[in-house]
């Protein structure tokens, strides 16, 4: 089975930077597209940026400009690089891995905390 787990998430000012990573094991293939969603307390969760296997991406309009999304195929490994970070961009950070017949995998989160 396929098995996601990120990392890199921690507290933060505001202005500063983090990295996230999520690291696949088990079989994932470099046609998956893979993506960070977060999730903030009372809120839904919602779609931070998606990258293709091909490499295109997109972003959610509230990080455009802030944020890039990379991939290592080799490595089954997603990345979110988190720049100008607010206070607004506090929550808890699933990867998700797209899998066939709109089946999705999901990582267990990790907590970004931005303070002012």
């Known amino acids: 089975q396929v098995q996601l787990v990120e990392s890199g998430g921690g507290l933060v000012q505001a202005g500063g930077s983090l990295r996230l990573s999520c690291s696949a094991s088990?079989?994932?293939?470099?046609?998956?597209?893979m993506g960070w969603y977060r999730q903030a307390p009372g809120k839904q969760r919602e779609l931070v940026a998606v990258?293709?296997?091909?490499?295109?991406?997109n972003y959610g309009d509230s990080v455009k400009g802030r944020f890039t999304i990379s991939r290592d195929n080799a490595k089954n490994t997603v990345y979110l690089q988190m720049n100008s970070l607010k206070p607004e961009d506090t929550a808890l950070y699933y990867c998700?891995?797209?899998?066939?017949?709109?089946?999705?995998?999901w990582g267990q989160g990790t907590q970004v905390t931005v303070s002012s």
């Open positions: 088990g079989s994932i293939f470099s046609t998956n597209a």
């Open positions: 998700k891995v797209f899998g066939p017949l709109t089946y999705a995998y």
């Open positions: 990258i293709s296997s091909g490499g295109s991406t």
